[in-house]
């Protein structure tokens, strides 16, 4: 069973371009979502974490919750070459012992060109 | 220390031997975890540890997995009779509360690249 679904990519954006990358999940008890930064070769690196409807801004990073879509976004502004990488999508587990683990989905491969 | 410190970095052995992987997490977190890589999937849940004890081994594949944290800092992840399916990457993470509470996010490490041949 897929927890968290991830658009396959892989997406490509010209520098300074808006990059959108979205994520859907499963389980409508979830109530934590986060996004992480993984370039190639290295460890998932948190960018965002959101728990609440609506949108959180942090520099030039944008996540989107629409928990009644089951569906959560991260908007990359002003997109630079260093953004390339994949980016993966976790939701927390929300049953009983399953609340410490993150699912995570495939992850989507962003590549900004110059 | 500073980061989520993982050893080896690297391992390559061979099918049916044994192999520890070894994860010492930030200072003062209590709880740790264990996730595995496949090329081109996302990390996939092993176990959690809160304190000393294991509070999920559910997603641990097979009784050829297991792993401890006797003191509640250190944790080793052990393989036995490995097969060249095990192949991955082995990333340890940890956090200062229980992943449950709100908001509470998990550090990664480097990742443990283990190749079975």
């Known amino acids: 069973q897929k927890e968290v679904e991830q658009n396959s990519g892989p997406l490509s954006v010209p520098e300074g371009a808006i990059a959108s990358l979205n994520c859907t999940y499963s389980d409508r008890g979830s109530q934590s979502f986060f996004w992480y930064r993984q370039y190639s070769g290295k460890s998932p690196e948190l960018i965002m974490f959101i728990y609440s409807n609506g949108d959180k801004e942090d520099g030039r990073f944008t996540a989107q919750l629409n928990k009644a879509s089951q569906y959560v976004s991260l908007l990359i502004r002003d997109s630079q070459p260093s953004d390339s990488a994949t980016y993966l999508c976790?939701?927390?587990?929300?049953?009983?012992?399953?609340?410490?683990?993150?699912?995570f989905g495939r992850g989507t491969q962003l590549t900004v060109w110059p | 220390g500073a980061g989520v410190s993982q050893t080896p970095s690297n391992k390559v052995t061979e099918k049916g031997k044994y192999v520890e992987l070894r994860c010492d997490p930030i200072?003062?977190?209590?709880?740790l975890y264990w996730y595995r890589q496949s090329l081109g999937q996302g990390p996939e849940f092993l176990i959690y540890f809160q304190g000393t004890g294991a509070a999920d081994d559910s997603g641990l594949p097979n009784d050829r997995f297991f792993a401890v944290r006797p003191e509640g800092s250190v944790s080793t992840l052990k393989i036995q009779r490995t097969e060249r399916g095990d192949s991955a990457v082995y990333l340890c993470?940890?956090?200062?509360?229980?992943?449950?509470?709100?908001?509470?996010?998990?550090?990664f490490g480097e990742g443990s690249w283990l190749t079975v041949v």
């Open positions: 993470a940890s956090s200062l509360y229980p992943q449950k509470s709100p908001g509470n996010t998990i550090y």
């Open positions: 200072s003062g977190h209590t709880a």
């Open positions: 976790a939701v927390n587990g929300v049953r009983g012992s399953t609340l410490g683990r993150l699912y």
